[in-house]
């Protein structure tokens, strides 16, 4: 057996995110030093790829989950989940021929936690964020220069990754960096795990006996159908309640979460919650409401108290990682 390899896996989710956040300071409180520094590799989908580059950057775990929460709303809105048919359709026409909701406030809380300028190449742990590359017709992943042949990722600034990582198809406009196109990773990689494993094996020659991941997710694991929805489901039943977008999220998230099982067994934490079906009608990637905030931070509450002493996560905020050897430096 070598040395200990702590990975940080983060879910996306939206909104929901917030639970992640909520989740993370209180162990960033229990381990008593910045999260980061408990982990060797740090990854991040979406809005856990926000949290993810935050957490590189040494940011306090408390100040991340208070921007996500203060404005919620400004990111995406101030109505409730939508009721019934009427309710339903004008949310489905608010996205119908544009994006829903526009980046600006997004970039604004993405600035204002790690700078506008500052860089990937910048951060002092290592980080991987999943995207689509549009353009190429590719998944992407950004990193930090952790490997000699990781030299252009290192140049491109937080903000914009951030924003790449995050532009979900049809909520935000596709994000572009150096002309090219980017899509939210969620498409391919909404949990991260796998890559994160892939990444210390093959990049960082990381023995499999030697790495222990610490999974989040963000309280969308759990979907089911309804016969009384029929079989005969085009784009409005698929979309109604979000209902495409949950089996996608959630199918992701199990198969990966068998496959780390097996491949990590008592070395792999999933954390995460279940909403019940009455959370489930006032809860979405996108509802920012006060009572949604208050329902997402009780769901973390009770993560966090009833896993706080297991001891394998113990050893994870016990470890602390090695300052990490970059390649490159920005120029």
Partial sequence: M???????????????GLYSATLLTGL??????????????????????????GLAAEKPVAKIEEAIASNGIAIFSDRPSPSGGIGSALDFWRSFRKPKYQADALRSVIE??????????DLPHRVI??????TKGLPQLFKTPHHPSFKTDLHLRVVDVALATAAAPTYFPIAEIDDALFADGGLYANSPDLLAVHEAEHFLGQRIDDIHLLSIGTTT???????AHGRQLGIWGWSRDQ??????????????????????ADRY????AIQSKEQERHLALDIATEAAQKTIRG?????????????LLQHFLAHRAPPPAFHHKVR
Wanted: glycine fraction near 10%; include cysteine.
């Fill in 2 to 16: 070598g040395e200990r390899f702590n990975i940080l896996s983060l879910s996306g989710g939206g909104f929901l």
């Fill in 28 to 53: 960033e409180d229990a381990a008593g030093t910045p999260l980061a520094r408990c982990f060797d590799l740090l990854a991040g989908t979406s809005v856990g790829g926000i949290i993810a580059l």
């Fill in 112 to 121: 204002s936690l790690v700078g506008a300028k500052t860089k990937i190449g």
């Fill in 129 to 134: 964020v999943p995207a689509v590359n549009l």
């Fill in 221 to 227: 694991a759990q979907f089911s159908f309804a016969h």
């Fill in 243 to 264: 209902r495409l977008v949950n089996v996608i999220i959630a199918s992701q998230q199990h198969s990966v979460n068998y496959m780390m099982c097996h491949r990590l």
């Fill in 269 to 272: 934490i999933r954390l995460d």
């Fill in 299 to 311: 769901l973390a509450s009770a993560t966090l108290q009833s896993s706080i002493n297991i001891p």
